[in-house]
């Protein structure tokens, strides 16, 4: 009897860490929107696509970094200044950025967020 009641236990405790899990990365997620206001846009109108977006950057974060810097367009610059985690993406990897940027521009209505 006991063994299912601590089986019980041990699926809830499971149950319990993955719901908390879950939380911690919708706020990540919602600060991340807030911070970065063209993909809080992108997240008003299509949340899977921007979900996308942001787990691309984190992908490209996690790579080795690769200092060379790529030239900007001024809309691009902006872009990179009002949205910090497009900035570290340019910074940790701009060729990474640029691409990254082309879908960012295109996903918030073409190529002008």
Do not use: C, F, Q, W
């Not at 600060?31 to 950057?57: E, F, M, Q, T, W």
């Not at 809309?75 to 940027?101: F, T, V, W």
């Amino acid at each position: 009897m006991h063994l299912v009641s601590r089986r019980r236990l041990g699926a809830a405790v499971l149950a319990v860490a993955a719901l908390l899990a879950g939380a911690a990365r919708a706020d990540a997620t919602d600060d991340a929107y807030a911070a970065n206001p063209v993909l809080g846009r992108i997240a008003r109108r299509d949340p899977a696509k921007a979900r996308k977006l942001l787990d691309d950057i984190d992908a490209a974060l996690a790579r080795p970094a690769s200092r060379a810097l790529a030239p900007l367009a001024g809309n691009d610059r902006a872009l990179l200044e009002e949205n910090p985690l497009l900035g570290k993406l340019y910074i940790h990897d701009a060729s990474a950025a640029l691409l990254l940027l082309r879908r960012v521009k295109e996903a918030a209505g073409g190529g002008k967020p």
